[in-house]
């Protein structure tokens, strides 16, 4: 059409043309009147520290998404997650943090369906996600949200008899995320005051738990020390 306008040399119809096709809705473009939903998770996506969690996401109505560009993100659409375009991974687009650390799962892409996984999940990978597709000019994303959990190691108790605080049971225990919920209870349940210091390791995101009780006559029967992380059910 703007061809021929230009040949014609009537500026002022090719003008209106131009406008026109501005106006039109962004679902018409060059590959036909395609459109489409992108649709992820509806809850958080639940990963264990040292895991590998898979972000999925489909197209509604499920076309294939095979010569689409697709792109995992989280705050910067670029470096992102993970970026595929027309069956092939763009890795230059790929943040440091997840290099070497994603596989992309294409076994249903004929379908619409596609997934990252990330593998060996550290706390740094908890949080929001969006997956983005995209078709021509038209493009559509969802938001996906990672829940990482780190369940510790079997905490431990050791008796120290403290000069200042007199004889003190001493529970220690590392690797949780998020912060963890600590409580003691005697051999009959009783929930026993304590001391508790949490501290946060710079390089996993980690919390390390310290809690100290006094020993007192009445708990020498039995002493439990309780570590629980408020997103798994165990411990
Ligand atoms: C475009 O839409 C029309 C009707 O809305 C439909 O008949 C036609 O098949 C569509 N074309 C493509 C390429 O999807
Ligand atoms: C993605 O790129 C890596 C190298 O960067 C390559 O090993 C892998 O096979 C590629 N995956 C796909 C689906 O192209
Ligand atoms: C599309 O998905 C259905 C079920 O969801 C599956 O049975 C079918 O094999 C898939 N087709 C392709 C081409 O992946
Ligand atoms: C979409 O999925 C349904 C079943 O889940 C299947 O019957 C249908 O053929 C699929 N359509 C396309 C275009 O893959
Ligand atoms: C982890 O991510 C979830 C989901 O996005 C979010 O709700 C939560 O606040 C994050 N946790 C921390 C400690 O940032
Ligand atoms: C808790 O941490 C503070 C400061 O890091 C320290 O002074 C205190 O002794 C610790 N308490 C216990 C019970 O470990």
Redesign the pocket.
């Known amino acids: 059409m703007t061809k021929t306008c230009f040949q014609d040399a009537f500026l002022p119809s090719c003008f209106i043309i131009l406008i026109f096709l501005q106006l039109l809705p962004t679902v018409v473009h060059g590959n036909g009147n395609v459109t489409f939903d992108v649709i992820g998770p509806n809850e958080p996506i639940l990963a264990i520290v040292g895991k590998g969690a898979d972000l999925p996401c489909h197209l509604s109505p499920n076309i294939s998404a095979k010569d689409m560009e697709l792109r995992w993100y989280r705050d910067k659409f670029s470096p992102a997650v993970y970026v595929y375009e027309r069956g092939k991974n763009v890795s230059g687009e790929q943040m440091e943090e997840y290099r070497g650390r994603t596989t992309f799962l294409i076994d249903h892409i004929a379908n619409g369906t596609a997934a990252v996984r990330i593998h060996d999940v550290t706390v740094f990978d908890n949080g929001t996600y969006h997956c983005y597709f995209q078709e021509g000019t038209y493009h559509k994303e969802a938001t996906l949200w990672l829940k990482v959990a780190g369940l510790g190691s079997q905490p431990r108790i050791r008796l120290r008899d403290d000069k200042d605080k007199g004889a003190q049971a001493e529970c220690t225990s590392a690797g949780w995320y998020p912060r963890p919920r600590v409580k003691w209870r005697d051999f009959r349940g009783k929930v026993l005051p304590s001391?508790t210091?949490l501290s946060v390791s710079a390089t996993s995101g980690l919390f390390a738990v310290?809690s100290?009780v006094k020993i007192t006559d009445r708990v020498t029967e039995g002493l439990f020390c309780f570590i629980v992380n408020p997103l798994l059910p165990e411990k």
């Open positions: 001391v210091n310290i100290n």
